[in-house]
């Protein structure tokens, strides 16, 4: 998957909460360098942090291939307004240092500090007003170049906050799905946004596909839930299908964004969310402000709650042609290896929705979709729910004048 790093850094504020998003990185020119010279106890926070998640994936296998503690890492610390680099340390490098200074060598991580002025300006210019980049070049290695500041990984007190180690988790694992096979999906961010195509030229927010998604996500809003049983989890996958089945065959797209684009990004960054949330869900298992993250948290769960006067083009497109992927695919995901599905195979050229109708055919081989969608929202159990999606949808749609049925 290459996804282009210009999509991926709006990808941060958008979904992932990243913190400090109004102060971005000064300028490759004016940047001011001032070292510490020490290693805070906030830099040991986030170090605790990266190593107690090396250790998890690792020892779990999580996604097994993704050898987080194998990865070079770059961390370029900078202050809280952004215009200061403050220092840098490199995370399991694999070569050897003239101008570094050992910190930790424990467990699956070897940290160092360097204080080298011109090689953190580099670096500070590849990574520029993003927060980070992939396989940035040092020392004959790929390094992934993540932009940090203490309000990531803890407060001033010093309690510690997920956002650090949650983002560079979802992002480090972009990096190693350039090792993937690739598939036949397209990437057009938001589904070509500009106001002078025409519907069938844009990715299709009809009251259809954003009533389908808000039911979807709706029903899965609180997902990962480790309660549910392996028979609950099927049904809730047959339901993934049947919506998604519904959203493709009435997409009049002529690119066929909802099967090309979505389904793909389902799959690019639906597991990369599932690697994220479900690290959060780890680290943070004993801290009762942090402990229950869940795939469509902080950006979908809005649509409900936000008034339809606050939606313009561009926020109906960040939610419902963009946002949506990532919870519909780490969902997908987890619903998926609950049932048995081994998750590597998504490695290949394959979707979460491919791959699950896949499985739900197997299972129901004279399966009707189309029947099996009017059975799931005239249900007792989802015909409220499907309502209530279907009257928002419409309130959101025709405060943005966006609508293209």
């Known amino acids: 998957m290459k996804t282009a790093l210009a999509l991926m850094t709006l990808s941060c504020g958008l979904v992932m909460g990243c913190q400090d998003s109004n102060n971005s990185t000064t300028s490759k020119a004016n940047i001011d360098v001032a070292f510490e010279g020490i290693t805070t106890d906030a830099d040991k926070l986030a170090f605790s942090q990266f190593r107690k998640t090396m250790i998890w994936l690792n ?27 403050k220092g840098a340390y490199l995370l399991n490098s694999q070569a050897k240092h003239s101008d570094t200074v050992d910190i930790e060598d424990s467990g699956l991580l070897k940290v160092e500090r360097h204080n080298n002025t011109a090689a953190v300006k580099k670096a500070h210019s590849a990574l520029g007003s993003a927060y980070y980049t992939f396989n940035y070049k040092r020392d004959g290695q790929d390094y992934y170049l993540h932009k940090y500041q203490q309000s990531g990984a803890s407060t001033e007190s010093g309690e510690a906050l997920p956002y650090l180690i949650s983002f560079a988790t979802h992002e480090a694992f972009h990096q190693y799905q350039g090792k993937w096979n690739d598939g036949n999906g397209i990437q057009d961010f938001f589904g070509s946004s500009s106001k002078n195509k025409k519907c069938n030229e844009r990715y299709p927010l009809t009251e259809l596909e954003i009533t389908t998604q808000l039911l979807q996500a709706e029903m899965f809003k609180d997902l990962p839930d480790d309660s549910l049983t392996r028979t609950q989890a099927e049904v809730l996958l047959k339901n993934y299908v049947t919506l998604q089945h519904h959203r493709i065959i009435n997409d009049k797209s002529n690119q066929q964004y909802v099967n090309r684009m979505g389904s793909w990004q389902e799959r690019a960054e639906g597991t990369a969310r599932y690697i994220g949330v479900l690290t959060q869900k780890e680290l943070f298992k004993n801290d009762a402000k942090f402990n229950t993250p869940t795939f469509f948290s902080n950006y979908m769960v809005s649509a409900y709650q936000d008034e339809p006067e606050a939606y313009d083009e561009m926020k109906l497109r960040e939610t419902f042609a963009w946002g949506y992927f990532y919870g519909a695919g780490a969902s997908a995901t987890w619903l998926m290896k609950k049932t048995g599905y081994d998750i590597i195979k998504l490695q290949q050229s394959v979707t979460p929705y491919s791959e699950a109708l896949k499985m739900l055919k197997a299972k129901e081989p004279d399966l009707d979709l189309t029947q099996a969608y009017i059975e799931l929202t005239s249900s007792n159990e989802y015909h409220a729910m499907y309502a209530k999606s279907k009257t928002r949808a419409a309130l959101i749609l025709a405060k943005t004048k966006m609508i293209c049925d």
């Open 59 to 85: 020892k779990d296998k999580i996604w097994p291939g993704f050898n987080y503690h194998h990865m070079p890492i770059y961390l370029l610390k900078y202050s809280e307004s952004g215009k200061q680099i």
